[in-house]
């Protein structure tokens, strides 16, 4: 049933974005994070294989910091920020110029993309960088995706680069997600490579610390960014990337890695944007009422349902929306500011001009700008 199931959400996969981890890039005896030219150049054939077969590969490369703690004879990834923007300016330039050499050879030409969390969280920004990567497959170039380290610090992070490819996974609205690592995939309690995972719960339960000295990801945060993109109703999928010819294996359906099943129904890229790469900038409590309608009954938010609100936030800010027991339902985009929500939670919509001396919304969060929480698999 696994393999079938492989096969079923896989073979049919063409739009795909693939991300490279750190320790994948990296020579296997090496301290200070050298390039592992070989391996680059396997990379470059296997994706010249993907090319021919049609597929449009996207891919997201970590390697910045570690690449420049080499150059710069560094034995270890600094901790200043302004030591690890320094070292990732030089990193960056060293990466770019062993892909261009690795895709050069091979008659393809790649482009450089550096992109920070704000992108992401802004609209016109999101759909700018969707846009320009577009363009770029219709040049015949392979976008090459890094966050910009030299100029990100703490707060506006990604976090590493699992999160930036599952973002750039659902703005493209691609296919399938690949993460490779130097791992065989999400392994279970007797250290077995899980095949398919259907429920990510589940799944987190078996996370192991695993970060290494240069990268700054690990299993934790692969599978999070697998939940990103199944959520949004695509397959993603965990593996080694030093297993030979890995990326024809995986899309023929072959049983290699850990897949993570798609939820039955696909998000559009708005749906996208609210759903999974926005940030919230505040939270709303609702009563079972409420929750009840939003879930079952496809309703919009209205103010006599709210309980509490957190968070300073705009008409137009992302609010994540949460039951009375705590647990996530859902996520919109406000009518209401902070302040303004404060006055009027728990209060019917013939009370708004009243209370806020203009003419109001009748709903706190239209359904049109709502999304909910899913969890719902193919297979299920």
């Known amino acids: ?13 063409r739009r795909v974005v693939i991300k490279l981890g750190t320790f994948l890039l990296t020579l ?25 077969n049609g597929f449009e590969v996207t891919l997201v490369t970590s390697g910045a910091i570690g690449a ?41 030409k790649v482009a450089q993309l550096l992109l920070t969390r704000t992108d992401f969280d802004d609209r016109v920004r999101f759909l700018n960088i969707r846009n320009c990567v577009t363009h ?36 493209l609205r691609s296919d399938a997600l690949i993460l490779l690592f130097t791992k065989d995939g999400l392994l279970d309690e007797q250290n ?10 589940s799944a987190i339960s078996l996370v192991r610390d695993d970060k290494t000295e240069m990268g700054s990801g690990g299993m934790a945060s692969k599978v999070e960014a697998a939940r990103l993109v199944a959520e949004a109703g695509e ?46 900038a505040g939270t709303v409590t609702i009563d079972h009422g409420a929750a009840n309608a939003l879930q079952n009954s496809g309703k919009s938010l209205l103010a006599t349902g709210i309980l509490a609100t957190t968070g300073q936030f705009e008409r137009g800010g ?39 001396g203009r003419k109001a919304y009748d709903e706190v969060i239209h359904r049109d700008n709502l999304v909910l929480s899913r969890v719902d698999r193919v297979g299920e």
């Open 1 to 13: 049933m696994s393999i079938q199931l492989r096969q079923d959400v896989l073979c049919q996969a």
């Open 28 to 52: 296997p005896d090496s301290s200070q994070g050298e390039l592992d030219l070989p391996f680059l150049r396997s990379v470059a054939r296997q994706v010249l294989g993907l090319r021919d």
């Open 68 to 108: 420049g703690c080499a150059e710069l004879g560094l034995a270890k990834r600094p901790r200043d920020v302004s030591d690890l923007q320094a070292v990732a300016a030089v990193g960056q330039r060293r990466l770019m110029t062993y892909l261009h050499e690795a895709f050069d050879k091979l008659g393809l």
């Open 136 to 171: 770029l497959h219709r040049l015949g170039c392979i976008p090459v995706i890094n966050e910009n380290d030299t100029v990100s610090v703490d707060e506006l992070r990604f976090g590493d680069n699992d999160q930036l490819a599952a973002m750039m996974a659902n703005a």
């Open 192 to 201: 077995k490579p899980i095949d398919l995972v259907d429920n990510i719960q």
């Open 235 to 280: 397959i993603a999928v965990i593996a080694n990337g030093r297993e030979k010819n890995v990326l024809a294996r995986i899309f023929s359906g072959e049983q290699i890695g850990t897949v993570f099943l798609p939820a039955k129904r696909r998000l559009d890229s708005r749906q996208r944007w609210i759903g999974m790469t926005k940030r919230p």
């Open 318 to 356: 992302l609010l994540l929306i949460r039951n009375e027991t705590g647990h996530d339902l859902a996520r919109g985009l406000t009518n209401y500011s902070s302040d303004e929500l404060q006055l009027i939670s728990g209060k019917r919509s013939n009370q708004f001009e009243k209370i806020l």
